[in-house]
């Protein structure tokens, strides 16, 4: 099953997290996802993130559901519904 599968998660991932949501990206660092260095002379803007993609989910998941910034409108609810993990 995919989802337990390790993943690569390419620098957008982590530039979008820390611009747009970084109690997100505290929080997918914390659940213990590994935050790769980039190689000598690449900008650290490049940093990508190895996990298992339900480690990855799951730290999204209890950051959205616990952030308060985040309002409790449908868009919040839709995004937590489509982050559901899918019965094999």
Same mark, same amino acid.
């Given at each position: 099953m995919q989802f337990q599968h390790p993943h690569f998660f390419r620098f957008?991932?982590?530039?979008?997290?820390?611009?747009?949501?970084?109690?997100?990206?505290?929080?997918?660092? *914390?659940?213990?996802?590994?935050?790769?260095?980039?190689?000598?002379?690449?900008?650290?803007?490049?940093?990508?993130? *190895?996990?298992?993609?339900?480690?990855?989910?799951s730290a999204l998941r209890r950051s959205l559901a616990h952030d308060p910034a985040i309002d409790d409108g449908p868009s919040r609810d839709e995004l937590l519904d489509r982050m559901r993990p899918v019965p094999a």
């Open positions: 957008q991932v982590r530039a979008v997290l820390e611009e747009h949501a970084p109690t997100m990206w505290d929080a997918v660092v *914390a659940t213990g996802c590994v935050v790769n260095a980039p190689p000598p002379g690449v900008p650290e803007t490049a940093t990508t993130v *190895a996990a298992r993609r339900s480690a990855l989910e």
